[in-house]
């Protein structure tokens, strides 16, 4: 009975955080899923409809190498958003929500191991580089009780001003302390171990999920209801995803498949990858 209530546990906490993943329609604009469908792929493909021939391809010519192949994701939502390149990371920046849609990373031992040497800084800025009907500014999240939770970690970042550029607003999402610090901050952590193996390069993209409307500050800097972190190893041509909610009794849990990831967030994060 203990080893069937367990079961139960897991998969009534899949089963939650596919039906928010879902919600991921409100900034994504993929169209709906059909929660109910879940256990039955031809269902829910069904319920999909086709990608939007709008599809936005952000433009990030001057810094391909973050994404797999240099071809960033496509993404069917239209208004205010903005490429942004940074040294170590890429941003696309939605000026609605105030945050990044997704942060992309390329990462080795090289890198990870030059960032060691790297002191933090702690000089969060607003980002000059957007508007200011488009961005968040420090005030937003002045007494919110929310962190400001970076997507593309201070840890990654191999050189000073690379630490510095990470703390730009434009990369940051209001991000629950306990979870930030705690098992938020394992999934980065467990990232870099993983990277440090590896054999070469590892693509990673982390971003947001908004599942409801709620917001911070005068700007209405949007608050994730979950967040995800996509790692792709093109050595070995696997991918995974971490997925976990935005709540202060988040816990670690067993990352998703890229098919798994790809079918309920509807949005294809490594085109043209071929994923084993």
Not at 20 to 44: N, T
Not at 82 to 107: K, W
Not at 208 to 236: C, E, M, W
Request: aromatic share 8%; with cysteine.
């Amino acid at each position: 009975m203990a080893n069937l209530n367990k079961r139960f546990q897991v998969i009534q906490t899949f089963s939650q955080t596919v039906v928010a993943l879902a919600a991921a329609v409100l900034l994504l604009g993929c169209g709906p899923l059909e929660p109910h469908a879940r256990g039955a792929r031809d269902s829910a493909a069904a319920a999909r409809p086709a990608p939007s021939t709008a599809a936005l391809n952000p433009d990030f010519g001057r810094c391909p190498q973050f994404f797999a192949g240099g071809r960033a994701p496509a993404v069917a939502i239209g208004g205010r958003l903005r490429a942004l390149c940074f040294d170590n990371f890429a941003v696309l920046h939605s000026g609605e929500t105030r945050t990044p849609v997704y942060v992309a990373e390329r990462l080795n031992r090289e890198i990870l191991l030059k960032a060691k040497t790297v002191q933090r800084h702690d000089r969060f800025f607003a980002d000059a580089r957007l508007p200011s009907g488009e961005r968040a500014d420090l005030d937003d999240y002045r007494g919110s009780g929310f962190a400001r939770g970076h997507m593309a970690p201070a840890a990654d970042m191999p050189t000073d001003q690379a630490m510095a550029q990470s703390f730009s607003l434009a990369n940051m999402v209001p991000q629950d302390p306990r979870q930030n610090s705690g098992p938020w901050a394992r999934v980065e952590e467990d990232t870099r171990k993983y990277v440090m193996r590896a054999q070469g390069d590892v693509h990673v993209i982390t971003g947001p999920v908004f599942a409801d409307q709620r917001t911070i500050g005068r700007n209405g800097v949007r608050v994730p209801s979950h967040l995800f972190k996509l790692v792709y190893d093109p050595a070995t041509g696997r991918a995974w995803a971490h997925w976990q909610q935005n709540r202060p009794d988040a816990k670690v849990n067993k990352p998703l498949s890229y098919a798994a990831f790809q079918q309920w967030l509807n949005l294809d994060l490594l085109p043209g990858v071929k994923v084993r």
